[in-house]
């Protein structure tokens, strides 16, 4: 197969060949393709590492109750990740009981192991909590009820559920005993990453000596009020060992901070996550009883009030979104979805990059005419298969 694209990372139109799932000649120029021509952009496939879910399907069992708007159709869930341009992803369990999350690993376990299309997207799980902070702010939309301290018995068993999946863990560093578990849980292998932390200063950077090595969508999962300075945000943006995740939805951080963020940490250290949630993507309206509401614009509050619920946009959003509100180039922002995600889970030498004998993962897309609008997705493909391809539009003429 051939892939045609202007490069995002120099400019430069190139034509890929693909041979099963890796890409095996890079030509400088235009040549005919099976997909794309020099009008498009064309990106290492975008990563996503932190998704719950969307469109009305979740990774998660019961996140939302048993609320019938929201399913577990995984295959589905997939599928609508894909017309976003994401081709990689870290499907992500958030906190919950040890029941719900371990029979979610292994549902997704057994997907996994009997589909491989999916095998080849999923780069690693991600467990956020249920080891966070309980306070009111850095505990965030987590149930109270499930918060708990680090266990690594019972984090051996989550990796059991999952067959060894587990690539991430976030956790709250102030927790008793977290510090040893975090070098425990690095040594195996997992990435550490700190949030709905309301860590003081120094047990952050006692974390990030024990192995941390990313802040969870910093400047969320906060309280609303904190001391000036010092303080766990300034603390996480300045260390140069710990990679940022940054929900740039456009509801989860002022475009002022996420550009702040991105300069303090480096185009090289920012990864963008969409953190979006099952009730993502539903048309606009009171969902669960009355209990969430998601407006117009896509923003998911608790109904009746201004407190986010979750978020609602995928990649094609917020990287259109990190084009409007930051200094970061058209390179970098792609990069920060997929060279540096790769990066973090330890994955540069084979994903993350267009290069010959790298995994075929790979987005084509189109600018948004429109500021605030998504990027136009053309095509995504992950190890060198299509799995989203933007019908053909019709040039019928307007009407008037
Ligand atoms: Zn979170």
């Known amino acids: 197969m051939r892939v045609c694209g202007k490069l995002t990372s120099t400019g430069e139109v190139v034509t890929l060949t693909l041979e099963r799932n890796k890409i095996t000649h890079i030509h400088n120029g235009a040549l005919p393709a099976d997909i794309g021509d020099s009008s498009v ?8 590492i932190q998704l719950n879910g969307y469109g009305g399907e979740d990774f998660n069992l019961d996140a939302w109750g048993s609320a019938a708007e929201v399913g577990h159709n995984l295959p589905l869930l997939f599928e609508k990740v894909a017309k976003s341009g994401t081709a990689l992803l870290c ?10 999350i371990c029979q979610a690993l292994r549902n997704l376990s057994e997907l996994l192991n009997a589909e491989r299309t999916f095998a080849n997207r999923v780069v690693g799980i991600h467990v956020e909590g249920p080891y966070i902070s309980e306070e009111d702010g850095p505990r965030g939309a987590h149930p109270l009820e499930h918060v708990r301290n680090p266990d690594w018995e019972e ?12 690539r991430i863990l976030t956790l709250a560093p102030e927790l008793p005993n977290a510090l040893p578990f ?7 292998g997992v990435v550490i990453a700190l949030g709905h932390t309301g860590a003081d200063v120094s047990v952050i950077r006692d974390a990030v000596h024990a192995g941390a090595t990313l802040a969870t969508h910093l400047g969320n999962g906060a309280h609303s009020l904190i001391r000036r300075h010092p303080n ?14 940054l929900i740039s939805d456009g509801h989860h951080l002022p ?5 702040s963020m991105t300069r303090a940490k480096g185009a090289e250290r920012t990864v963008f996550v969409s953190d979006a949630v099952a009730l ?21 509050v608790l109904a009746g009030t201004p407190y986010l619920a979750g978020a609602g946009h995928l990649l094609d959003t917020c990287l259109a979104n990190a084009l409007a509100m930051t200094d970061l180039t058209l390179a970098q922002i792609t990069a920060s979805a997929s060279a540096n995600p790769a990066r973090v889970l330890g994955l540069e030498g084979t994903r993350g990059h267009i290069r010959v004998g790298y995994s075929a993962d790979l987005t084509l897309f189109k600018l948004p005419i429109e500021e605030g609008t998504p990027l136009k997705i053309e095509a995504t493909l992950c190890a060198g298969e299509v799995i ?6 019709s040039v019928e003429p307007r009407e008037k």
Do not use: C
């Open 388 to 393: 989203y391809r933007a019908k053909a539009t």
């Open 255 to 259: 475009a002022s901070v996420l550009k």
């Open 155 to 166: 984090f051996q068993r989550f990796q059991e559920a999952a067959e060894g999946r587990i």
């Open 232 to 245: 766990y945000i300034w603390e996480q943006l300045a260390h140069d060992s710990l990679y940022a995740s």
């Open 280 to 300: 993502g993507g539903l048309p606009a309206g009171v969902y669960m009883g009355g209990r969430y509401e998601v407006l117009p614009t896509g923003k998911i």
């Open 91 to 100: 499907p992500t369990l958030t906190t919950n009981s040890a029941e719900a």
């Open 41 to 48: 952009w064309l990106s290492a496939g975008f990563n996503d």
């Open 182 to 188: 975090i070098e425990k849980v690095v040594e195996s």
